[in-house]
Nanobody, 126 residues
Framework: QPRLAESGGGSVQPGQTLRLSCVASGYLYNDYCMGWFRQAPGKAREGVATIDGWGIASYADSVRGRFTISRDTDRNIIYLQMDDLKSEDTATYYC????????????????????WGQGTQVTVSS
């Protein structure tokens, strides 16, 4: 059973940066589609970015150009570099992964991702 552990959250001011990390364990291979999602207070969980087994990334419109998802295949770590943070980026950020043996990402719908981490809090406030 895959296990995901996020780290790197914190409190920053608008315009600053954070880098989130997600260590994935329990996967037989290291090329599954992985993603970052977030949930703000009182709102539904939403997709932020995904990365497939070939390293091709997809982003939500709200973060495109500011966030970058990447992966260290050797260590099975997925990163989310967040630049120019805005107050509306405040949320709990979750790492999630596919468990179906396929390298492509089918989209950001939550039901595609059975494996979830516990989340890490990101607060952007002046």
């Amino acid at each position: 059973q895959p296990r995901l552990a996020e780290s790197g959250g914190g409190s920053v001011q608008p315009g600053q940066t954070l880098r989130l990390s997600c260590v994935a364990s329990g996967y037989l291979y290291n090329d599954y589609c992985m993603g970052w999602f977030r949930q703000a207070p009182g709102k539904a969980r939403e997709g932020v970015a995904t990365i497939d087994g070939w390293g091709i990334a997809s982003y939500a419109d709200s973060v495109r150009g500011r966030f970058t998802i990447s992966r260290d295949t050797d260590r099975n770590i997925i990163y989310l570099q967040m630049d120019d943070l805005k107050s509306e980026d405040t949320a709990t950020y979750y790492c999630a992964g596919r468990t179906t043996r396929a390298s492509y990402c089918p989209g950001m719908e939550l039901h595609f991702y059975p494996a979830w981490g516990q989340g890490t809090q990101v607060t952007v406030s002046s």
